[in-house]
């Protein structure tokens, strides 16, 4: 992930995680993306139920029942490994997490250990009373899907009614005293609402909102056509940043992230070589921390049957599975040659990605949206759009 307004409005800087020698277990949640030791924040699909019909959906989850997930007893297990193995943050998903009936139990049972327990919801079932459950056993932070004002976002998750849902949730966190942000998937469809999500940032209070880049994974892949184009993805780049700035400059400051195209942080540099080169310099040093796409290394996926899987998108991928070897040790498996390559990517990338000049701070970008397109994990990523000038490398 970007931190738009960590980079563009300067709101960290790189002494910000020196102070705490960049190691995982010391750093404060919105510096985690610049560790050194890349310990990884793990996605738990905790079941793959879901009561909506999203479009993009990479889980393609149903309103059924599942018969294959984690009992509680593997739950507890893996919950107990993660901690030992100094996972810092457990981000409770599915699906959708809060049709589970233990999540309470089991995100209380996660700080109980040490993590961060953070939820990724649709937001329609955070009731007055769910919402305050989960402030008294000291969940982090409630990340809730919007995918555009009333009429897209209803459209986009395929149940009327949606939206009015989602903004209840809103209220419901805030008045239990959650910290609550939005999470948006940029597509053709929602594109022409952004401008609104910024304005709801502004009048209902909402401290945070990332801006996910379309992943074509599950149902995603279904709608790739509705990604846009790379002319479109910069305009979007130049519209977030600006919006950024607009808030930050009336003392209304928002966190800001875009996720899933590592391409924004050379845009973003890019952008302020010009504007600010004092602290382009500052924000080179920040990506460099960063190390741009951080799938099987930094960040990783526990399904709801316990497969593994490098990020929470690609599912095709399997590491192992949790039921036969903990997390741990398949995180760390030398015998597990692919694994092994994500872990130093770089190396391995093809076409574009092998002669960009950007490959420290971008990290080969998305390998599960490659594989999506060119059936091949370490082509280039179709989404970077990047001109061929600007990836240039110096002297070339």
């Not at 209220?171 to 999500?197: H, M, S, W, Y």
Request: charged share 30%; proline share 4%.
């Amino acid at each position: 992930m970007i931190g738009i307004s960590k980079l563009y409005c300067a709101t960290v800087e790189p002494s910000d995680a020196l102070r705490y020698s960049r190691q995982s277990e010391q750093l404060p949640s919105h510096l985690l993306q610049f560790s050194k030791d890349k310990k990884p924040v793990v996605v738990w699909n905790m079941t793959r139920r879901c009561n909506l019909k999203c479009v993009h959906c990479y889980a393609r989850s149903e309103d059924i029942s599942y018969d294959n997930e984690l009992n509680h007893e593997q739950s507890i297990a893996m919950i107990d490994d993660l901690a030992q193995f100094g996972v810092p943050v457990l981000l409770f998903s599915g699906g959708e997490p809060t049709v589970h009936p233990r999540l309470v139990e089991y995100a209380q049972y996660a700080v109980s250990k040490g993590m961060r327990a953070v939820i990724s919801t649709n937001g329609t079932l955070i009731t007055r009373e769910k919402a305050q459950k989960l402030k008294e056993i000291g969940l982090s932070y409630v990340g809730i899907s919007l995918d555009g004002l009333e009429e897209t976002h209803d459209k986009f998750r395929g149940v009327k009614g949606s939206y009015k849902k989602v903004m209840a949730a809103i209220e419901n966190c805030q008045e239990a005293g959650i910290k609550v942000g939005l999470r948006f998937t940029i597509n053709k469809r929602n594109v022409k609402d952004i401008p609104g999500i910024f304005d709801l940032l502004e009048e209902k209070n909402i401290p945070r909102v990332c801006f996910y880049h379309l992943v074509y994974s599950g149902r995603g892949s279904e709608i790739a056509k509705e990604d846009l184009s790379h002319e479109e993805t910069r305009k979007v780049l130049d519209l977030i940043m600006e919006r950024t700035k607009d808030l930050h400059d009336r003392n209304l400051p928002k966190e800001v992230l875009t996720v899933d195209n590592h391409a924004d942080g050379p845009y973003v540099y890019q952008r302020l070589l010009d504007e600010d080169p004092k602290r382009a310099a500052e924000v080179l040093e920040l990506l460099e921390m960063n190390e741009g796409n951080n799938s099987g290394r930094g960040i990783g996926c526990i399904s709801w049957d316990g497969e593994v899987h490098p990020d929470q998108f690609w599912r095709e991928k399997s590491l192992g599975n949790i039921k036969d070897m903990p997390f741990s040790k398949i995180w760390t498996n030398v015998d597990n040659e692919f694994l092994m390559k994500l872990k130093e990517k770089k190396k391995h990338v093809k076409g574009r990605c092998a002669e960009c000049r950007w490959l420290d701070i971008c990290g080969g970008n998305f390998r599960a949206r490659a594989e999506s397109v060119a059936n091949d994990p370490w082509d280039s990523d179709p989404a970077c759009y990047l001109t061929d000038e600007e990836i240039k490398k110096e002297g070339v």
